[in-house]
């Protein structure tokens, strides 16, 4: 019974998903079921919400805080709780990717996305 409904609103949704590319996308935004459809085939969210979804501060927890400490406040590393105002966004890029001087390199390490949402959430910290 549930499969069966499953399969007829998966053909209505492709029904009506076809008709709306042909005609407007406000059509298919207004049914539930195209717009779930829709984002299902990995179109990019047209929000203004940082391009990753990573938690930097969970990120920061597991990879940083060993050397940076809690607060940000310094341990082995220096202090970061003021980084963004004496770096630019590319210097604390590259510091994560390239470590030196103490300080691991997270080139591999870490996704792209991890350091550049560490990057980002960093380089607020003035
Ligand atoms: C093994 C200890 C260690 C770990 C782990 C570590 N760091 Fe560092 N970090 C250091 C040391 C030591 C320095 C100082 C390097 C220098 O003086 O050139 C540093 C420097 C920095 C700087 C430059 C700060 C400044 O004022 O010059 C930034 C930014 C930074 N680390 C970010 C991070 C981030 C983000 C992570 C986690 C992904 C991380 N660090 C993990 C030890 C570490």
Known sequence: MFKKMTM???AL???IGLG???????QEAGTNQGQDQG???GQPP???????NVDAAAVYKQNCLVCHGANLEGQVGPNLQKVGATHTPEEISTIIHQGGN???AFEGVLSEDEISALVEWLSAKK
């Open 102 to 104: 103490g300080m691991n």
């Open 46 to 52: 047209a929000e203004t919400t940082p391009a990753t």
């Open 8 to 10: 007829m609103i998966a």
């Open 39 to 41: 984002q299902n085939q």
């Open 13 to 15: 949704v492709l029904a």
């Open 20 to 26: 709306a590319c042909a005609s407007s996308n406000e």
